[in-house]
């Protein structure tokens, strides 16, 4: 499009005011005066980013006004739904009215008018006067005055592009004929958000179904007796309000406002008086960047006033945010800029003499530099220390084994030491590297990707980015001396020493650093138990778990590999056979042809953002009862994902040295505390399908000495509701052993538990499990195949003979809004920064967050301790058995047939009791010659 002579911006200042209001709604700007000033803030970044990069030649912003409308006088209860509007919009709108001013842009208002339907009645003006209009709003309402010269541009927005609809977009986007048809639209199916009714039961795909047959909402009116059924009833009846609906959302184009192109023309800002606000609102980055100019004010904004609790420095950024900054960064630090000393450490008397030191401190950092990230493969290359920020020593290991073996020995004595606190990043990798060269640490330790962890767990915890986060440092990267990833990647042992020697060290001191900074934040936040006794001792067991890995049978794998190959084809052929033709199921575009152009199983099928048809699980699985071929497909896809996933992989996984598989346990992933595990994910390895199950058939013991012993908590979360919550309907059925399913059941249908049947039942199930994750009756309704109705009813019902557990939820959501976080039995904490939002979805997801997160991470808390205490137990009595897996709720152990007895009897003993609750746990054991028939 060529660059227009005349090209006019019409702001809607409300929606927009609104929409950077809740971009700032996690880390609000409040200045040094306690005004929070993150509407202003967002509203003036918007309007300086049209100004500069679409350069108009007039720009006009429309206000509302608190005055009625004519739509108020015509249906009373029109946006009467909408929530009072927050105190700091309230405070902003008078403060963008003035930089609006201050930038010599008109203010356009009209009592009695809404904001769009004076820019509706600019736009057309000026549209049919030659200007190219562009109504800047989010609002798509806006989408029915677009014509020739006139667009909605609709600004870019948490990550998305700037979105400008013409009238093909528009036709595109409705999937209408005309333009106006979009009035006809919102007249049928409402807007909740304006409180305009509609028709009850006509929805977006009804309305343009409605509208492509009779083209308004007038035309369906004028034909419906040709509906049938519940429909005819529900269009006849609301004739009258659809109509009203269709006039309610029109936005007029002839407010009686004066068109006056010449004061719209825009020519600069006023910038004595846009210096004084800017200063007053302490909008210093914005201050150099349209005025050139530093603020005289020497105020620091800051954060919102959160719990002392909360760490600033953890605090994520939006990217809305990051126009505003309290000051210049400082300069980036780095191993050029950032004075060091770091030593090789390469002969004998240098060893001794820096191990003398070692022997003196009370603490130091330990690092190792190795061939391999696998830590069973992995060979030492060198070892880091530091004990003083900014010195470190490297001490270079040489190839062959023996010679190494020996360096090792001499640091035997300093790494083995127990008062001596050993700090470092992940130093599980370092404690399983150390043990192949028979070097046991297993004295008191300090973890500092463990103690970021909990400090804030949903953010990276590598040491990389904690440098840069944390002490504005980046550090020598990894690729520039091993380079990229890939088949062509080297190791360390390819670098020369003099390289490693600043890499290494680097690695140490940096830890160190980090170390000093983040346990002031732990003892800060209490959260000293939890690091010390807690995750820092699991790594130890972790590290011993990973170490011991788990033996495979890969005959009985090569065996399942074959028959899921053949049911795999045989499953395509009938799929081929019912499509009536050959095509590549793997491939979405091949499969979205042949299911909805060819077949057409649906009439409007679901298309992705690339435009082709969305072929994925959630969908076959709404088609899969009606339709044969999309219950096969998904089985076709079962079976390969088995397949390749896991019978395929899993041998490629079993190590050289001692032909088992040694999956890598992650403790700083899940936010929750669960621990999660990768090559191979053993909390992923299906459970729910026959021959998912079968794939646990495949771990087997280590001999034919040994048996599987499965140990699986069972109900844990339910268990954990029931003591959070102080049910006594709960906590007695825990107690007497009764089925708490059936238990619910009962009180949720009104019957005897004796007549409860299957299907009530697994209803029940559905409901407990699902409270403690937040589930709404939309959600039941599908988990259950039941109506919207019925589910509303069963939770109904559910609360009313569990009150307490209602009780527990709004309780621990209220005490969430007030800290902004939840927390553990032992003090783990789930920041929600969120729960106080006013988008009613974000809001939402905290609060079910908040419910949840407490009982989820008690039960990671609970099996964790129990891991501790099973491990230091079966240490101290130096059993031949091992504790080899833990998935979800359940350890696993590798088990000699001499010490199953004691064992068993133990492993219950510290599981039950790992911690002391009211309810009691329960825990399934199973004892067999492989996983599944344990478990």
Not at 851 to 867: C, E, F, R
Request: hydrophobic share 40%; glycine share 6%.
């Amino acid at each position: 499009m060529s660059k227009p002579e005349n090209k006019l911006f019409l702001l809607d200042a409300m929606a927009l005011i609104y929409r950077a209001h809740f971009a700032f709604s996690k880390n609000p700007r409040i200045n040094s005066k306690g005004l929070n000033t993150g509407a202003a803030l967002g509203f003036t970044n918007s309007l300086l980013e049209i100004i500069k990069k679409e350069k108009p030649t007039h720009i006009g912003v429309a206000f509302d006004t608190s005055d009625p409308t004519f739509r108020h006088e015509e249906f009373p209860e029109y946006k009467a739904q909408r929530e009072e509007q927050p105190e700091d919009i309230r405070v902003a709108i008078p403060y963008v009215k003035k930089i609006v001013e201050a930038f010599n842009i008109p203010v356009l208002i009209k009592p009695g008018f809404e904001a769009d339907d004076i820019i509706g009645t600019i736009a057309r003006q000026a549209g049919d006067e030659g200007f190219e209009v562009f109504m800047m709003t989010p609002d798509k309402d806006y989408a029915q005055l677009v014509k020739e010269h006139v667009y909605l541009y609709k600004p870019s927005f948490m990550g998305n592009g700037v979105d400008i609809l013409g009238i093909p977009e528009v036709l595109k986007k409705f999937d209408i004929d005309r333009v106006e048809q979009v009035i006809d639209i919102l007249g049928l199916q409402g807007d909740a958000v304006d409180n305009i009714p509609g028709i009850p039961g006509v929805g977006a795909k009804t309305a343009v179904k409605f509208l492509k047959q009779y083209g308004s909402v007038e035309g369906l009116l004028e034909h419906t007796d040709e509906l049938k059924g519940k429909m005819k009833e529900k269009v006849e009846a609301n004739k009258e309000q659809a109509l009203l609906s269709k006039k309610l959302a029109t936005i007029k184009i002839d407010v009686p406002i004066n068109y006056e192109p010449d004061k719209l023309k825009y020519d600069g800002p006023n910038e004595e008086v846009l210096r004084e606000l800017f200063e007053e609102l302490e909008f210093r980055t914005l201050m150099k960047r349209v005025l050139g100019e530093e603020p005289q004010t020497s105020a620091k904004s800051s954060s919102s006033q959160a719990d002392p609790a909360q760490i600033s420095m953890f605090t994520d950024t939006p990217a809305e945010q990051q126009e505003e900054v309290e000051e210049a960064p400082a300069e980036k630090r780095n191993i050029e800029n950032s004075p060091h000393h770091y030593h090789l450490i390469d002969t004998p008397e240098l060893r001794k003499e820096l191990i003398e030191y070692l022997k003196l401190q009370d603490e130091f950092c330990f690092d190792t530099e190795t061939t391999s990230v696998e830590p069973t493969d992995a060979e030492l290359v060198g070892m880091a220390f530091c004990y003083l920020p900014g010195e470190a020593y490297y001490v270079p290991v040489p190839e062959d084994q023996k010679e190494a073996q020996k360096i090792a020995n001499e640091f035997k004595e300093i790494l083995e030491a127990k008062d001596i606190v050993i700090i470092g990043q992940n130093l599980k990798y370092d404690i399983q590297v150390m043990r192949n060269y028979d070097i046991i640490l297993n004295g008191k330790i300090f973890d500092t990707m463990l103690a970021h962890y909990l400090l804030d767990p949903e953010t990276r915890h590598n040491m990389d980015a904690l440098a840069e986060n944390l002490l504005n440092y980046t550090t020598i990267s990894i690729t520039e001396l091993i380079g990229k990833k890939g088949s062509k990647q080297g190791n360390m042992r390819d670098v020369p020493v003099a390289d490693v020697v600043d890499y290494a060290c680097e690695d140490a001191d940096i830890t160190l650093q980090l170390k000093l900074l983040l346990e002031k934040e732990i003892e800060a936040n209490d959260l000293g138990n939890l690091l010390h006794n807690v995750e820092e001792p699991l790594s130890f067991v972790l590290a011993e778990m990973e170490y011991e890995g788990v033996k495979i049978d890969k005959e009985n794998l090569a065996e399942m590999s074959s028959e899921l190959e053949e049911l795999a084809n045989q499953t395509q052929k009938e799929i081929y056979e019912i499509a009536g033709e050959e095509f590549n199921i793997a491939s979405p575009k091949q499969l979205g042809e042949v299911l909805f152009d060819k077949m057409k199983l649906v009439d409007k099928p679901k298309k992705t953002k690339t435009g082709q048809y969305a072929t994925g699980e959630e969908i076959l699985s709404k088609l899969a009862n009606e339709h044969e071929i999309a219950d096969k497909i998904l089985t076709f896809r079962e079976y390969q994902k088995l397949k390749s996933t896991y019978v395929d992989a899993l041998p490629k996984l079993i190590s050289k040295k001692d032909e088992r598989v040694h999956t890598d346990y992650r403790q700083a992933v899940a936010a929750t505390g669960r621990l999660s595990s990768n090559n191979p994910n053993l909390q992923n390895i299906p459970i729910r399908t026959e021959k998912g199950r079968l794939i646990r058939k495949a771990f087997v013991p280590r001999s034919s000495d040994y048996k599987l012993l499965s140990a699986d908590y069972s109900q844990i979360e339910l268990r954990i509701m029931a003591a959070f919550s102080k049910d006594k309907a709960m906590i007695e059925a825990f107690k007497c052993g009764r089925d708490i399913h059936a238990t619910t059941a009962a009180k949720v249908f009104g019957v005897d538990i004796d007549k409860v049947d299957p299907n009530m039942r697994r209803k029940a199930k559905e409901v407990n499990f699902g409270i403690i994750y937040g589930i709404s009756a939309f959600g039941l309704a599908q988990n259950l195949g039941i109506s919207r109705t019925e589910a509303s009813e069963i939770i109904k019902a559910y609360f009313k003979e569990f009150p307490a557990v209602n009780e527990y939820m709004t309780d621990v959501v209220e005490e969430a809004r007030k800290r902004e976080y939840v927390s553990t039995i032992l003090g783990r904490k789930r920041w929600l920064r969120d729960i106080n939002s006013r988008n009613q979805t974000v809001r939402g997801f905290a609060e079910r967050n908040a419910v949840n997160a407490p009982i989820q991470g008690s039960a990671a808390d609970m099996i964790k301790l129990a891991m501790i205490r099973i491990h230091e137990w079966m240490k101290a009595e130096k059993l031949k058995s091992k504790m080899i897996m833990q998935v979800h709720d359940e350890l696993i152990f590798d088990v000699h047939k001499d010490e199953l007895e004691t064992l068993q009897s133990h492993v219950l003993d510290f599981m039950k009791n790992a911690m002391d609750l009211e309810v009691p746990m329960e825990i399934g054991v199973g004892v067999a010659d492989n996983w599944m028939d344990a478990h």
